[in-house]
């Protein structure tokens, strides 16, 4: 019978949620895994996993492929790499394997052609190409460091191994952590982001490991922490330096042990996360010095991954720039760089990396006076302190020149907009519809901004428009 049914059995050796992949064999051959990949998908949830040679498909331990599917068998189906594309063996299964309508026992199977196991879809496929810039993932860039990146992430995604980020900020380190999570097994389970330099020192131990109702002053119900909400999935612990030596110790108990007890709670509970930490600084010198535990820096870096600044780049900043420009750009609108202002781009040191170009060439787009950003329609940010450009936007003065203003490091991009709009309203003797051109907005939404920084809309009555 091709009708579905559960195998009680097999759910009973299954582990929900939970998909291993083996990872590569050591030595010999090409790296295939760079250019095939099989796409799992069960119950409407893709994931995309690296293939080598060959695989057992199945619920079991015995399974390299481990799916959460109850009508698939501990061991299923065996796929392996041909010439042909992909030859699929049934390994006796309850419920059959299947391609299109057809019920196999053993096919070979052309790239690209679906093969169901219960409720499971499996295809294997190459990377499609991306006729717009190189991504990986949500990641622009085919540097030769970058692409050491990404072999670094194929490889080690589909392990259930720790893996510790180095890098300086604007480097990407969360976008990298994202990565690991959706080339793994765990791509269809939470992804836990919890910035360890962000939280207080009295809420950081709630905020990992959750408080029961009354735990303390202010605890009116329960709170799951971060550890509860991650489980079956990954826990992205950015800024790991900064957790303090306390909370270093229960961190480290609760990654060897995988169980966590709330605040207040009597009894401890069973997780299942992948640890994902980062942080811009070394921990090595920070052990060295005592401000780091040297048993949780072992525990976290089973793979240390170093990221390259955005200088040790610069063949990625051509292909980065025309990306953000790209993302940011008015719809329809079609902006170019001029040479000078692109030599004086390729000039700079770059010190916050990607997430400075992005903003730099943001601003850019919003101060550009026509179809092309030119040089000086580009300023970078200065140090805190050089400057007292802050003070100036204090009061709305219709006739003030800022041409001299600069902008600084740990403004947000509101408070850059808000500027860049009064610059433009003023260079243009404060014409709405002349303003809305050269910002690409609509009337309407320079009204709304005129209504929000206290800009009179009858000024409008008082010079002419356009």
Same mark, same amino acid.
């Given at each position: 019978?091709?009708?579905?049914?559960?195998?009680?059995?097999?759910?009973?050796?299954?582990?929900? =949620?939970? #998909?291993?992949?083996?990872?590569?064999?050591?030595?010999?051959?090409?790296?295939?895994?760079?250019?095939?990949?099989?796409?799992?998908?069960?119950?409407?949830?893709?994931?995309?996993?690296?293939?080598?040679?060959?695989?057992?498909?199945?619920?079991?331990?015995?399974?390299?492929?481990?799916?959460?599917?109850?009508?698939?068998?501990?061991?299923?189906?065996? !796929?392996?790499?041909?010439?042909?594309?992909?030859?699929?063996?049934?390994? &006796?299964?309850?419920? =059959?394997?299947?391609?299109?309508?057809?019920?196999?026992?053993?096919?070979?199977?052309?790239?690209?052609?679906?093969?169901?196991?219960? %409720?499971?879809?499996?295809?294997?496929?190459?990377?499609?190409?991306?006729?717009?810039?190189?991504?990986?993932?949500?990641?622009?860039?085919?540097?030769?460091?970058?692409?050491?990146?990404?072999?670094?992430?194929?490889?080690?995604?589909?392990?259930?191994?720790?893996?510790?980020?180095?890098?300086?900020?604007?480097?990407?380190?969360?976008?990298?952590?994202?990565?690991?999570?959706?080339?793994?097994?765990?791509?269809?389970?939470?992804?836990?982001?919890?910035?360890?330099?962000?939280?207080?020192?009295?809420?950081?131990?709630?905020?990992?490991?959750?408080?029961?109702?009354?735990?303390? #002053?202010?605890?009116?119900?329960?709170?799951?922490?971060?550890?509860?909400?991650?489980?079956?999935?990954?826990?992205?612990?950015?800024?790991?330096?900064?957790?303090?030596?306390?909370? &270093?110790?229960?961190? !480290?108990?609760?990654?060897?042990?995988?169980?966590?007890?709330?605040?207040?709670?009597?009894?401890?509970?069973?997780?299942?996360?992948?640890?994902?930490?980062?942080?811009?600084?070394?921990?090595?010198?920070?052990?060295?010095?005592?401000?780091?535990?040297?048993?949780?820096?072992?525990?976290?870096?089973?793979?240390?991954? &170093?990221?390259?600044?955005?200088?040790?780049?610069?063949?990625?900043?051509?292909?980065?720039?025309?990306?953000?420009?790209?993302?940011?750009?008015? %719809?329809?609108?079609?902006?170019?760089?001029?040479?000078?202002?692109?030599?004086?781009?390729?000039?700079?040191?770059?010190?916050?990396?990607?997430?400075?170009?992005?903003?730099?060439?943001?601003?850019?787009?919003?101060?550009?006076?026509?179809?092309?950003?030119?040089?000086?329609?580009?300023?970078?940010?200065?140090?805190?302190?050089?400057?007292?450009?802050?003070?100036?936007?204090?009061?709305?003065?219709?006739?003030?020149?800022?041409?001299?203003?600069?902008?600084?490091?740990?403004?947000?991009?509101?408070?850059?907009?808000?500027?860049?709009?009064?610059? %433009?309203?003023?260079?243009?003797?404060?014409?709405?519809?002349?303003?809305?051109?050269?910002?690409?907005?609509?009337?309407?939404?320079?009204?709304?901004?005129?209504?929000?920084?206290?800009?009179? #809309?009858?000024?409008?009555?008082?010079?002419?428009?356009?």
């Amino acid at each position: 019978s091709t009708a579905q049914s559960t195998d009680e059995s097999t759910l009973a050796s299954g582990r929900e =949620g939970r #998909t291993v992949v083996q990872p590569p064999r050591q030595g010999g051959g090409a790296l295939t895994d760079l250019t095939v990949r099989l796409h799992v998908t069960t119950r409407g949830t893709e994931r995309v996993l690296p293939f080598r040679d060959e695989a057992v498909v199945g619920t079991g331990e015995r399974a390299s492929v481990q799916l959460d599917d109850p009508f698939v068998s501990a061991t299923h189906a065996r !796929l392996e790499r041909s010439d042909a594309g992909l030859r699929v063996v049934d390994l &006796q299964s309850k419920n =059959g394997t299947f391609v299109g309508a057809a019920r196999v026992v053993e096919a070979l199977v052309p790239l690209g052609v679906p093969v169901r196991v219960g %409720t499971t879809e499996l295809v294997l496929k190459r990377p499609e190409r991306d006729a717009g810039a190189p991504t990986f993932e949500s990641m622009v860039g085919s540097d030769a460091a970058r692409r050491k990146v990404y072999e670094t992430i194929e490889r080690v995604a589909p392990s259930q191994a720790a893996v510790a980020i180095f890098g300086e900020s604007g480097t990407g380190k969360e976008l990298v952590a994202r990565a690991l999570h959706q080339r793994s097994a765990r791509a269809s389970k939470p992804f836990v982001p919890v910035n360890c330099g962000a939280l207080s020192k009295e809420l950081v131990e709630s905020e990992l490991f959750g408080h029961e109702k009354g735990a303390f #002053t202010g605890a009116e119900k329960l709170h799951k922490g971060a550890f509860e909400e991650a489980d079956g999935g990954t826990l992205f612990l950015d800024e790991i330096g900064e957790l303090p030596l306390p909370l &270093q110790a229960k961190l !480290l108990r609760a990654l060897e042990l995988g169980e966590i007890k709330r605040v207040g709670a009597s009894k401890p509970m069973t997780v299942d996360v992948r640890i994902v930490a980062a942080t811009n600084r070394d921990l090595r010198t920070e052990v060295k010095q005592g401000r780091f535990r040297e048993d949780l820096y072992w525990r976290l870096c089973v793979v240390p991954l &170093q990221l390259p600044p955005l200088r040790a780049r610069r063949g990625d900043l051509a292909l980065l720039m025309r990306h953000f420009l790209k993302v940011y750009a008015p %719809t329809h609108a079609s902006v170019t760089i001029s040479p000078e202002a692109e030599a004086k781009l390729f000039e700079h040191g770059w010190p916050g990396n990607v997430r400075e170009l992005k903003n730099v060439l943001h601003r850019s787009l919003l101060l550009r006076k026509g179809e092309r950003i030119e040089a000086d329609d580009v300023l970078f940010d200065v140090e805190p302190g050089a400057t007292t450009a802050s003070e100036e936007s204090a009061a709305y003065d219709p006739h003030a020149d800022d041409s001299d203003r600069v902008y600084i490091i740990g403004k947000t991009l509101e408070s850059v907009e808000d500027e860049t709009f009064l610059k %433009t309203w003023r260079r243009l003797g404060a014409r709405p519809t002349s303003v809305a051109k050269a910002l690409g907005q609509s009337r309407g939404a320079i009204y709304r901004r005129m209504e929000k920084l206290g800009i009179p #809309t009858a000024a409008e009555n008082e010079i002419k428009d356009e």
